[in-house]
């Protein structure tokens, strides 16, 4: 019997996870998993509501109150997640470069020119650089662990953070397509000067010229420029929840809106999730609230389904939880929401998950 058979054997998931254990407090080492969460606690660029760099640490400590026993993948546990130890460096630098950025956002809004400001001129380019490096490292690292056989989850952080990830599966599995969760379209272009704005991660992202195609889903939020690059792109599907919304009151089922967005993935796709994507009560605290949205089940009920077709899933990022100071609920549903996508990433990898629990 191996170390991790053993480990299995005498371990309870009946009970709450081990506090000083990895993520959802399983007994098991990065070698032993299966899955590895890559945190990245980053919100340099944001311009509205903070938190999302403290995501991570959130939905790590609620992680270990999340019950084991998933009614689809009750076995998931059993595989191993494991949550990467990632250099001191990414968060110190973020406080430190968004100390500098919040200046720059302070002037823009005054509708102010930077270029009458050197000073503030200067530290956008050290902003610019510096999420360049970090888009270098988290690359290099994500490179690692899949070159080890891991599946690999990136947990943001803003929406920002997976761009590396993005250009790590790029080199390792080549050409594939994203399925974009979220409020809002992140296209625009260098929002407020910053390259590597939380705002312009989809932008950047089809600039890629390994990714075929972006389906977003549960849009409610963009600007003119956004539209533009959509209307210029052959890359891009917009489903709004303005438009789901409409055609569910009329009568078609979410099965069948499900459906129509997986047939226009190609046969190799990544999940980008934007918790703000969900009705803001699962996520009170997130960066940029706008009203409507998905409700958990929906959200879960796609996964699922993709997780069930034809399409290779190669993986998977978690952005904008940012975690309340009065209560743990951003955190909490953070925490399941992860879950229950590794649980998808493990099924559609054809690993072993177990019989889905029906009553």
């Not at 009946?14 to 506090?19: D, F, M, T, V």
């Not at 509205?48 to 403290?54: D, I, P, Q, T």
């Not at 050197?118 to 270098?136: D, E, G, K, M």
Request: charged fraction near 20%; glycine fraction near 8%; hydrophobic fraction near 40%.
């Amino acid at each position: 019997m191996s170390t991790k058979e053993q480990k299995i054997a005498h371990f309870d998931p009946s009970q709450p996870g081990l506090a000083d254990a990895s993520i959802y407090g399983l007994p098991f080492t990065a070698d032993e998993s299966e899955i590895i969460v890559v945190p990245v606690p980053w919100e340099v660029t944001v311009s509205y509501g903070a938190g999302a760099s403290e995501g991570p640490e959130a939905i790590l400590e609620a992680s270990y109150q999340v019950d084991l026993l998933h009614q689809e993948f009750p076995d998931l546990w059993k595989l191993g997640i494991y949550m990467d130890e990632v250099p001191q460096e990414w968060k110190l630098n973020s406080a430190k470069y968004k100390a500098l950025a919040q200046p720059i956002i302070e002037a823009l809004e005054a509708g102010e020119d930077l270029s009458t400001h050197p000073t503030l001129l200067a530290n956008l380019q050290l902003i610019n650089t510096a999420c360049a490096n970090l888009n270098t490292a988290l690359k290099d690292r994500v490179s690692t662990w899949l070159k080890k056989g891991k599946r690999v989850v990136l947990l943001g952080g803003d929406h920002s953070t997976p761009f590396g990830y993005y250009q790590a599966l790029a080199e390792h599995y080549g050409h594939f397509g994203i399925l974009h969760f979220d409020a809002h379209m992140d296209l625009r272009i260098a929002y407020e000067g910053f390259t590597f704005s939380h705002a312009s991660i989809m932008y950047n992202t089809v600039q890629l010229q390994e990714i075929t195609k972006l389906v977003q889903v549960g849009i409610r939020d963009f600007c003119e420029q956004e539209v533009d690059v959509v209307k210029n792109s052959g890359k891009i599907h917009v489903f709004t929840d303005n438009d789901l919304k409409s055609r569910q009151f009329e009568g078609q089922t979410w099965k069948q809106q499900v459906d129509e967005m997986i047939a226009l993935l190609p046969d190799a796709v990544a999940v980008s999730f934007d918790i703000d994507a969900l009705y803001r009560w699962y996520c009170p605290n997130t960066g940029t609230p706008v009203p409507g949205g998905l409700s958990y089940e929906q959200a879960t009920y796609m996964l699922t389904a993709l997780a069930h077709s034809n399409k290779k899933i190669i993986g998977i990022d978690l952005v904008e939880v940012a975690p309340g100071d009065q209560d743990e609920w951003d955190g909490n549903v953070g925490a399941r929401l992860l879950f229950h996508m590794c649980g998808v990433l493990a099924k559609n990898s054809g690993l072993h998950t177990g019989t889905p629990i029906t009553f």
